[in-house]
């Protein structure tokens, strides 16, 4: 896939979990969420460094790891929100498709290209878009069928063994997937959420 359609995938999937985290107000922050022991305000505080580390990454910058560093926020949301805007604006620079990604907080692999970089990114919204949902009560954010499909691609693609198991890890071990499953809830059991009754 070429890189400014990748580009512009992402940019629905960040959008959409945008929209859902305007919704968190100061009484969801200690709702949990499906991301393990994490509540919401923890989740958010993880999308909101990712946005920042995938910002720094883009313009050459990820092997710094405090920018990849969670940070309490007075308003949560807010500083998402900003971040969001941060990464979507790094993601629009000239001469991205060139270069090549530093993301020590998602891998011990030295570096990727820029399309592999913003997949890992794209599908990590469209997951933590269903997660914030989730933990609210709410439906998932809508995404349309082209965000879905390249969010399962490379959902597919992701390795499943013993690593999933560590400390960290940023997906549990896939999950069976049902024959007719639709798109985000293949993406999901891939990654080892639970979106269906087990």
């Known amino acids: ?9 992402d940019g629905r999937a960040v959008r959409a979990s945008a929209d859902v985290v305007r919704r968190v107000t100061p ?5 949990p969420t499906p991301c393990g022991d994490w509540d919401v305000a923890a989740l958010l505080a993880h999308m909101t460094a990712q946005h920042r580390g995938f910002a720094a990454a883009a313009a050459g910058h ?3 790891l405090a920018g990849w560093q969670p940070v309490p926020a007075a308003d949560p949301v807010a500083a998402h929100l900003a971040a969001a805007d941060q990464v979507l604006a790094a993601f629009a620079a000239p001469g991205l498709d060139g270069r090549r ?3 020590p907080e998602i891998t011990r692999a030295p570096d990727f290209p820029a399309t592999q970089a913003i997949g890992f990114h794209l599908v990590d919204y469209v997951v933590h878009g269903w997660d914030v949902a989730t933990a609210l009560g709410i439906d998932a954010p809508p995404l ?3 965000v ?11 390795p499943d063994g013993a690593d999933r198991l560590a400390p960290g890890a940023a997906f549990a071990p896939a999950r069976p997937v049902p024959t007719g499953a639709d798109a985000l809830t293949e993406i999901l059991l891939l990654l080892g959420r639970h979106p269906v009754p087990a």
């Open 148 to 158: 879905l499909a390249a969010a399962l691609r490379i959902a597919r693609a992701v």
């Open 1 to 9: 896939m070429h890189i400014d359609s990748l580009i512009e995938l």
């Open 144 to 146: 349309d069928d082209a």
């Open 62 to 64: 990820g092997g710094d």
């Open 101 to 103: 990604f530093v993301l």
């Open 27 to 31: 009484a969801d922050l200690a709702r």
